[in-house]
């Protein structure tokens, strides 16, 4: 057994009736890569901002190098050697790189801020664990990925020996996260404890050394990674058999949407580039790509809040020009957005309110907005997408993020819609939620809608889509089978080398 | 076209735009540095009525003129206070405690007032600072007369402003304002106590918008009026955002104003008769408005400004 390098002895901690913590008990050893799993609410961010002094405990005791910490001091936790990484990164963008790391790391009275010794010592942490950063350029400046570099630089400027890292792939591109777990496996070889939480079963198999599953915050299992596998710990995590519905037979029916040789500029930029896309009924077209590629703008083409500088789109065999939201609403068109906390959804409204919003026009009479009628459907898609933690009346903020999504699909699809554009529909949900999200999609796509999944995660695009297209710097590739690809292919195109891709069967 | 040459030669010009913008610099350095912990305080007016009202007094009864200005800065820090509470511990509306603050002081500042001096036909008066005598710049032709004759008051903003300066960009506790005003959980985080930051930039930004409202009294005039801060304060924190919270600027954008106003002044004498006058009172507003249009749109405003910051909410 190496060094422990932290301890946690059964820590509970209550916030009024709900028990977050069920006397936990959790050790890290130097050098080891710990994981702490477990679905969104199962205590995990509970526990770690007790651990940083956060949060003060019900009971139990912090360990870090032999010393036990004070409850609810942060300062102590720092100097102790424990450096955070929340998923909310605590960062000023108007300050730059260095600012941010060096705050509050001087006496606060002394008269002068030791810039330059500041700056060597953030550059020589940069260059021995490769997390590259200037610092003098603004932190608004930087992208997410440069920022996480940065709030992992802040916490090992402060000496930190035990580094957590709250969903530290949440915010990130794949590209991006599989870059900072090879930084994090460099730091745990020089001699680093780190801890990180996470729900992506994927992550933690592939990094860390031992793993912790949290449920209904308690400790339920604790296993090296050598002697578990993900369907263990799925089961484990959720406490029942998950398994993601399978896509049946396609059969796809008549074309209802075409573009072609569509163009979006966008801020000086072209975001779409001469693409083309069809999408047939019963079926569903998966566009993969890393974020930032253009899906957004693909996304907005159908959601009736893009306008086109060139190309022409049909729907339903008809030719359209730009269309307005309303539009789309009236053609019967289901909208799934990308960030459903700010487009998707109103978290101070209720969520009768938000299910009727968009087509409130059918939910008043005379000037007024008949509550009873919008109650009635908010029920409906509350029952019938089993949405969990409140009814029609209560405040949408509420609700964790799986259910939320339920409730804009629910909103979309308790009346049957022919086309459904779903952007990042299952993004930072835990593994419950996505099943259900995924059997909702398969099931529009059963009664005949014609869905268009834009995703960056290669196994729901291969389990739910049925032809795929990529779309890498604004171009699409040509479409393929899903049958007659894999992860390798679609990978190669993923990158922009789709020259010997095996088109699908052309209309 | 001579005339306007000639008021901008006379050295009367340039004395005056010092000695009108000596309130403003205090007042828009307390303004800012509010802000820059992230708490907007529109109770300046107030503090400011009430500081040239208690520094006044002080004199009045006896103290000497410096024990006034510090008098003022003290009752400025307790309004300071006030608003802290209201707005940082209980985390309420800044706009709505701000104004508050001010209807208060300046009612109040005019309640002490009639209570301590019996009503008279003229004001009482206070032998107020004189101009310092500068060994060698003081009798330079023309700069002696239009930079170097003016009370120490206006010689302590300018210095105000430098430190400031070099407090904010150059210190840890600098460091710490600014970090808390723009993020106060990343400063928690740090190790830093965001509602401490708060409570001691509005209370020393408050006592300068005490010292502002003195010198009104002590310097520029002689005497109290309850109306007399005319507006001054809402300057302040419009050039706040004019100087975009930057404490050189801020300084800048105080000498530009007054130099408009001095400057409007001395054109109503010339230009009597052919233009209504109350046209040139607005010139100096006018071109302020279009001064901050101009100015404060690449301006990068404190991200937590206005932002009550409570432990572990996000």
Known sequence: ?507 | MSEVFDILTSAGLWAAVLRIATPLIFGTLGALLCERSGVLNLGIEGIMTFGAMIGWLAVYNGADLWTGLLVAAICGGIFGFLHSVLTVTLGLSQHVSGLGVTLFASSFSYYVFRLMVPVAGTPPTVEPFQPVDIPLLTSLPFFGDAFFSQTAPTYVAIVTAVVLAYVIFRTPLGLAIRMTGENPHAAEAQGINPLAVRYGCVIAGSALMGVAGAFLTLSAFNSFFPTMVQGRGWICIALVVFASWKPSRALLGALLFSFFDGFQVRLQTVLSGSVPYQLFLMMPYILSIAALAFMARHARVPQALMKPFRRGER
């Open chain 1, 1 to 507: 057994m190496t060094e422990v390098a932290l301890e946690i002895r059964s820590v509970s901690k209550r916030f009024g009736r709900i028990v977050a913590n069920d006397n936990i008990s959790l050790s890290v050893g130097k050098g080891e890569i710990v994981a702490l799993l477990g679905e969104n609410g199962a205590g995990k961010t509970t526990l770690m901002n007790i651990l940083f002094g956060h949060y003060v405990p019900d009971q139990g005791s912090v360990t870090v190098l032999g010393q036990e910490l004070p409850h609810g001091s942060p300062r102590a936790a720092i100097q102790a050697g424990v450096g955070m990484v929340h998923q909310h990164f605590s960062l000023a963008p108007n300050l730059t790189v260095l600012e941010n790391v060096m705050t509050g790391t001087q006496n606060l009275w002394s008269v002068r801020s030791e810039t330059a010794k500041a700056r060597e010592k953030l550059l020589a942490l940069s260059e021995r664990f490769g997390l590259q950063v200037s610092p003098e350029a603004r932190l608004g400046d930087l992208s997410v990925g440069e920022q996480q570099r940065v709030e992992i630089l802040k916490a090992l400027y402060n000496d930190a020996r035990i580094l957590v890292l709250d969903e530290p792939t949440a915010v990130l591109t794949n590209i991006e996260a599989a870059r900072m777990f090879a930084t994090l496996k460099d730091m745990a070889r020089q001699g680093l404890s780190l801890i990180f939480i996470s729900h992506k079963l994927d992550e933690v198999m592939a990094t860390a050394d031992r793993i912790f599953v949290l449920r209904d915050g308690k400790s339920v299992a604790e296993r090296k990674v050598g002697d578990t596998n993900k369907a263990e710990l799925a089961e484990l995590m959720v406490g029942r058999q998950v398994t993601r519905p399978v896509r049946d037979a396609s059969n796809p029916g008549s074309v209802v949407f075409q573009a072609e040789n569509i163009s979006i500029i966008r801020d000086g930029i072209e975001r779409l580039k001469s693409v083309g896309f069809y999408l047939r009924e019963g079926e569903i077209l998966g566009v993969i790509g890393v974020s930032g590629n253009g899906q957004a703008d693909l996304a907005q083409l159908l959601s009736g809040t893009a306008r086109r500088n060139g190309g022409t789109m049909n729907i339903f065999g008809e030719a359209v020009g730009d269309l307005s939201v309303a539009q789309t609403i009236a053609l019967g068109i289901g909208r799934i957005p990308e960030d459903r906390n700010h487009e998707g959804a109103i978290g101070e409204m209720a969520i009768w309110e938000n299910a009727i919003l968009e087509r409130l026009g059918e939910y008043s009479s005379k000037g007024f907005v008949d509550r009873k009628k919008g109650m009635a459907f908010a029920k409906r898609v509350v029952d019938e997408f089993d949405v969990r933690g409140g009814g029609p009346s209560s405040r949408t903020r509420l609700l964790s993020g799986g259910n939320m999504q339920k409730m804009i699909l629910g909103r979309n699809l308790v009346e049957p819609k022919r086309i459904l554009v779903a952007a990042q529909p299952a993004r930072g949900l835990d593994e419950g939620a996505v099943a259900a999200v995924h059997e909702r999609i398969l099931e529009a796509r059963r009664k005949g809608a014609a869905v268009l999944l834009i995703s960056e995660d290669l196994d729901e695009v291969m389990a739910l889509a049925d032809r795929i297209q990529a779309i890498v710097g604004g171009r699409l590739s040509p479409p393929v089978q899903a049958e007659k690809t894999d992860s390798r292919q679609l990978g190669l195109m993923m990158s922009g080398e789709w020259s010997g891709v095996e088109e699908a069967d052309a209309l």
